[in-house]
């Protein structure tokens, strides 16, 4: 279960830098990945006509994102992903598919809370139409503004 990083995620507590060092490798193999909007679901009248709007983790056993392959770089399994595929959020919604940061499962309890802060935001850009190494740029890069509200924004820098 130790992933290529050297993180076991049975026992070892996930940092933000082992998710940083797992990204870099993400983007170092695979940099101008630009990911699509996920396919017209089985539910239009949540998700709309064009696209789905809840997230997958997995497509016939391999990563279907930025996501998935930064747990999979850590040394989660590809079951950890079906999980999350078939979760469901907390509220009314029936539809199968949860946020990284809104997810209950417990497998991901290992990671701390600006790491899960950290795939929160690399999922909510991951299908903007930037890059992956854009991605991991955008996260990480220096910016001129009140440091109060980046922690909040980031706060796996602080």
């Not at 060092?21 to 940099?31: D, E, S």
């Not at 907390?90 to 199968?96: K, L, N, T």
């Not at 417990?106 to 809370?113: E, G, H, T």
């Not at 220096?142 to 706060?155: A, G, H």
């Amino acid at each position: 279960m130790s992933g290529e990083i050297g993180v076991d995620v049975r026992k070892d507590v996930i940092t933000v830098d082992h998710l940083h060092n797992a990204l870099n490798l993400v983007t170092f193999t695979a940099p101008n990945t630009v990911e699509r909007p996920e396919p017209a679901c089985r539910w239009p009248k949540l998700c709309g006509q064009d696209f789905c709007r809840f997230p997958r983790y997995q497509r016939e056993g391999l990563a279907a994102g930025l996501v998935s392959s930064v747990l999979l770089k850590v040394g989660y399994l590809v079951d950890l992903l079906k999980a999350l595929d078939c979760e469901y959020e907390i509220g009314g919604v029936i539809h199968p598919g949860v946020k990284i940061a809104r997810s209950r499962n417990r497998a991901l309890k290992r990671i701390v809370r600006p790491g899960i802060a950290l795939l929160g935001f690399l999922q909510e850009h991951q299908k903007s139409g930037m890059s992956w190494s854009q991605i991991s740029v955008e996260a990480f890069r220096p910016r001129k503004m009140v440091q109060f509200l980046d922690v909040r924004r980031r706060p796996w820098l602080y």
